[in-house]
């Protein structure tokens, strides 16, 4: 079964940094491209980043370019997102999600469980 | 950035009901259009993609329509187990943008 098991996230004060992981199962990972996609509280969905299935080619939505950085580690099919100079507006569900290419196609058709990410003092 | 929209925001229908949901994207993106659908406390599904592409396992009543910039999304009889939100996003270019949502309940 074609799976994406997310852990990290947590409660983090303003200006804080966390480290989101995303592992993936039952499908070669190293052959898709992948994204993180966030859900404010209540609210719609935003595509925030997205790594191309070798690794290069990192995109990021503007909002979070400067603190969030994307990787991939292929030789233990792991995703991770790093976010740094977290705010208020960061609060979100995050999503992990498998691209139907090794490029970014934006086809999202595997999803990880989501983790919670709340910016508070 | 390419702004996308969509209508209603909200709509209650009935068992059996022919349900259509409209996306409209604010420049041309051919056919770079997708469809989801999330229930409470879950993650979005793919029912459509390339505006008019079933993802396999995905039940027929669902349909998508469109190109350029006005899409269409149906579900031809409206199932218990269809109450959801519903998001189309545009898949042309970065950046990935969803629409804002259709949340469809019982009448």
């Known amino acids: 079964e074609e799976q994406l098991v997310q852990s990290g996230g947590g409660l983090v004060q303003p200006g804080g940094s966390l480290r989101l992981s995303c592992a993936a199962s039952g499908f070669n990972f190293h052959t898709y491209a992948m994204s993180w996609i966030r859900q404010a509280p209540g609210k719609g969905l935003e595509w925030v980043a997205g790594?191309?299935?070798?690794?290069?080619?990192?995109s990021y939505t503007d909002s979070v370019k400067g603190r969030f950085t994307i990787s991939r580690d292929n030789s233990k099919n792991t995703l991770f997102l790093r976010m740094n100079s977290l705010r208020g507006e960061d609060t979100a569900l995050y999503f992990c999600a498998k691209d139907v290419a090794g490029r970014l196609r934006g086809g999202f058709d595997i999803w990880g469980q989501g983790t919670r990410v709340a910016v508070s003092s | 950035d390419i702004q996308m929209t969509q209508s209603p925001s909200s709509l209650s229908a009935s068992v059996g009901d022919r349900v259509t949901i409209t996306c409209q994207a604010s420049q041309v993106i051919n056919t770079h259009l997708n469809w989801y659908q999330q229930k409470p406390g879950k993650p979005p599904k793919l029912l459509i993609y390339?505006?008019?592409n079933l993802e396999p396992g995905v039940p027929s009543r669902f349909s998508g329509s469109g190109s350029g910039t006005h899409f269409t999304f149906t579900i031809s009889s409206l199932q218990p187990e269809d109450i959801a939100t519903y998001y189309c996003q545009k898949s042309d270019n970065l950046p990935f943008t969803f629409g804002p949502g259709t949340t469809v309940d019982f009448k």
């Open positions: 790594i191309r299935s070798s690794g290069e080619g990192a």
């Open positions: 390339d505006a008019s």
